[in-house]
């Protein structure tokens, strides 16, 4: 299977909450949109590996991914070592993404971060011809997507660029609201996390609309890139007019 773009999140939910607007809007492009999720969220307080398996499943559909994949890496010991840089190799070399959407490097949960270098690493040594891999028996062709976009969760940064979500902020929230045994539910008897609190959803709501309002539309997702980006004409920006 070949892909345009490969979506990468340490947790089940963490796609849905950052980017899943991006995710969604892609899809409605006709582009094809992997997922995939390094940890089961085992370690999570609330839910379990099971409940959060099918609950990611759910909101892949709703996204339109055209599949999601789990590289089962313990939740709470996301190693950067080989044996996790050479499984998230062998998925680039599998579903040959031009463009890889990763986690921002600067973060409060060490899982982020270390999800982030590993997928930097896995991004440049994937186009190696004598880092070797293989599936389902077979040597693997190497394969090292044009690029890759880091996307905002707890910290926050200046964007390179910002993706107008108005049109698939609905499917966005249907996607994150999926992941029911995370959010705020009167009949759990779980404990309280940051995202189980009555207003968690609101405040995802409003950092859409504040980076929304920063180019002039409804809602919006932040992005930051590595490289410097180019375009061939300066009247397809959008802007915020004063």
């Known amino acids: 299977m070949n892909v345009d773009i490969l979506a990468i999140g340490a947790h089940p ?21 992997a997922l995939c999720d390094l940890t089961q969220g085992e370690l999570g307080t609330r839910g379990t590996k ?70 930097r690493e896995a991004w440049y040594y994937s186009g190696l011809e004598k880092m070797k891999t293989k599936l389902s028996g077979k040597v693997q062709e190497r394969h090292r997507p044009h690029h890759y976009f880091e996307f905002m969760q707890w910290m926050e940064f200046e964007p390179a ?40 959803l609101e405040v995802i709501g409003t950092r859409c609309r504040y980076f929304g ?9 932040p992005f930051i890139s590595k490289w410097s980006l180019g375009i061939d004409n300066p009247f397809n920006f959008i802007v915020n007019r004063g």
Do not use: W
């Open 13 to 33: 939910d963490d796609i849905e909450l950052a980017c899943g607007g991006t995710v969604a809007k892609l899809v409605q492009q006709r582009y094809k949109v």
């Open 213 to 221: 309002s920063k180019i002039g539309v409804k809602y919006g997702e």
């Open 50 to 119: 099971e409940i959060r398996r099918e609950e990611a499943q759910q909101a892949a559909k709703i996204l339109g991914a055209v599949t999601r994949r789990n590289l089962q890496i313990p939740d709470g010991n996301v190693e950067v070592n080989k044996k996790n840089l050479l499984k998230i190799i062998t998925l680039i070399r599998e579903l040959r993404p031009a463009l890889l959407i990763i986690p921002y490097g600067v973060e409060r949960h060490p899982d982020h971060v270390h999800t982030s270098e590993l997928c």
């Open 161 to 200: 660029f910002i993706v107008d979500i108005s049109d698939s902020f609905d499917l966005k929230m249907k996607s994150v609201r999926a992941h029911a045994s995370q959010f705020f539910n009167p009949e759990s008897k779980e404990s309280e996390t940051k995202l189980s609190r009555p207003d968690f």
